[in-house]
């Protein structure tokens, strides 16, 4: 029932809107956490909440939020969002306590889980035509660029210039006229056939992310073997298993299984949660490492920071580039290759550090990182039913999610065990960035063996059979 708008271009613009507020969230953040923690007397694991409550959320409700779009009409879907994340803004900025801030921060999440992937299924039905919708995604993916490197000039500038509450007024003028906008340019469409809810898979992705979310946060604090942690790492391990037997019994499982008999497949999630998971931990302690033990401002912080932006952003369109004319398998290894060598260097960080020492490693996980984007969403969806090429989108976006998570707790969660000089307790989290640069550089090469292309070939069988059946 999509009609292309008069105004496409005007689509673009406000789907890019709440795109940026949302990227610019998360490295905006980051550059304002030490400030929080004077202010809010906060503790580390505090502060890996700031972060994690969001991420975790996201992660959480991304693939119910498309089915929403889907069922009640992505126009309405991506304003509510945009409401939700525009008035949770405005709550953040007024939190009084670490635990109010935590909470609108998951408010906050609940919209930003119904913006992202609503604002792409309503750009991809805009622009009908292939070439249009390739250059509509091309501006889409340097907006991304773009608020990685704005977040943390515009986070250090506003936090030292007014406080950490302003980083968080920036959202509420862009969503309100993103709001309006919408209202006035984007047509109201909906999917012919909307996939149905599943509620208990929904309950069961939820409890097992967020209860290792928490056991490994709050782990030192509690003690791992404490009846608490004991008792969420086995809730989520049950979680786990509950969806394994229970989504294959369904006909629209949130999770389709079949999807990960396909090595490129699994090899994809894998990979975006090696990747964003050092990309998470790397900003949470770097903006610590930065204001705490080099007592640089928060402006400077966010200055230092942004070579790596600027090399994600030069990356990024050279990655499509060799994924469109040699495949996924020189990008995914430069990536890992980057990202090894970068958390190696950032393994040797000390207090006397130089800067232009730490500026070469940044620029070096800048260009591991803005080399495996593209091949994760290129390798997640290649080669799968077409019908069938949204969810498995959605999927390789929830590992995103999962993975910067995860990244923010263990960095956080290894950096207060390992002892109290802050630089050397960063560095087993740098080793292990290492070790999934590895990851992902072996997995790139693994996934695209002929072995890998079999599984690939057999997966896409599997799945269109089942459909047809």
């Not at 996201?58 to 089915?67: D, I, N, R």
């Not at 608490?228 to 499982?253: H, K, M, N, Q, S």
């Not at 050092?278 to 949470?284: M, N, V």
């Not at 958390?343 to 803005?370: C, E, K, N």
Request: glycine share 10%; with cysteine; proline share 5%.
């Amino acid at each position: 029932m999509s009609t292309t708008p008069v105004r496409p271009y005007a689509v673009l613009a406000i789907c890019c809107m709440s795109l940026l507020v949302v990227s610019m969230d998360i490295t905006i953040v980051n550059v304002a956490l030490p400030a929080v923690r004077r202010d809010l007397d906060a503790s580390l694991s505090g502060l890996q909440w700031v972060i994690d409550a969001y991420t975790m959320v996201v992660a959480s409700l991304l693939m119910l939020a498309g089915s929403l779009a889907d069922r009640f009409g992505r126009r309405r879907t991506f304003q509510t969002g945009l409401a939700l994340f525009t008035l949770a803004s405005a709550l953040c900025s007024l939190a009084p306590d670490l635990p109010s801030l935590i909470a609108f921060r998951m408010l906050q999440a609940i919209g930003a889980s119904m913006l992202n992937p609503v604002a792409m299924s309503i750009i991809t039905n805009t622009f009908i035509e292939p070439k249009a919708r390739a250059g509509a995604i091309g501006v889409w993916g340097a907006v991304v660029g773009v608020s990685m490197a704005l977040g943390p000039l515009v986070g250090g500038g506003l936090t030292q210039l007014v406080g950490w509450r302003a980083i968080f007024w920036i959202n509420v003028p862009i969503g309100a006229a993103a709001i309006a906008l919408a209202q006035r340019f984007v047509p109201e469409s909906r999917a012919p056939t909307a996939r149905r809810a599943d509620p208990v898979g929904q309950v069961l992705v939820f409890a097992a992310l967020a209860s290792v979310t928490y056991a490994v946060i709050e782990g030192p604090h509690h003690g791992w073997t404490s009846p608490l942690i004991t008792a969420l790492f086995a809730i989520a391990a049950g979680a786990v298993l509950a969806l394994l037997v229970y989504e294959p019994r369904r006909a629209e499982p949130l999770i389709d299984l079949r999807f990960f008999r396909s090595v490129p497949f699994a090899s994809a999630t894998v990979i975006a949660v090696c990747a964003f998971g050092t990309f998470s931990g790397f900003l949470f302690l770097n903006a610590l490492y930065l204001q705490t033990v080099k007592q640089l401002s928060p402006f400077e912080t966010g200055l230092y920071t942004l070579p790596l932006a600027l090399a994600t952003i030069a990356c990024s369109p050279i990655s499509g580039m060799l994924v469109g004319s040699r495949g996924t398998r020189l990008p995914l290894v430069i990536a890992g290759v980057a990202i090894a060598t970068s958390g190696l260097m950032l393994a040797q960080i000390d207090a006397a550090t130089p800067l232009s020492w730490l500026v070469a490693a940044y620029v070096i996980f800048g260009i591991g990182f803005g080399m495996v984007n593209a091949p994760i969403t290129n390798t997640a969806v290649s080669g799968m039913p077409r019908a069938r090429a949204g969810l498995a989108a959605a999927i390789a976006s929830t590992s995103r999610q999962v993975g910067a998570s995860l990244g923010v707790a263990l960095g956080g969660t290894i950096a207060s065990v390992a002892g109290a000089d802050f630089a050397r307790a960063t560095h087993p989290f740098w080793w292990l960035v290492a070790g999934a640069g590895g990851v992902v550089a072996v997995l790139g090469f693994a996934s695209t063996t002929a072995w890998g292309e079999r599984s690939r070939r057999d997966a896409a069988v599997l799945i269109a059979e089942g459909d047809a059946a």
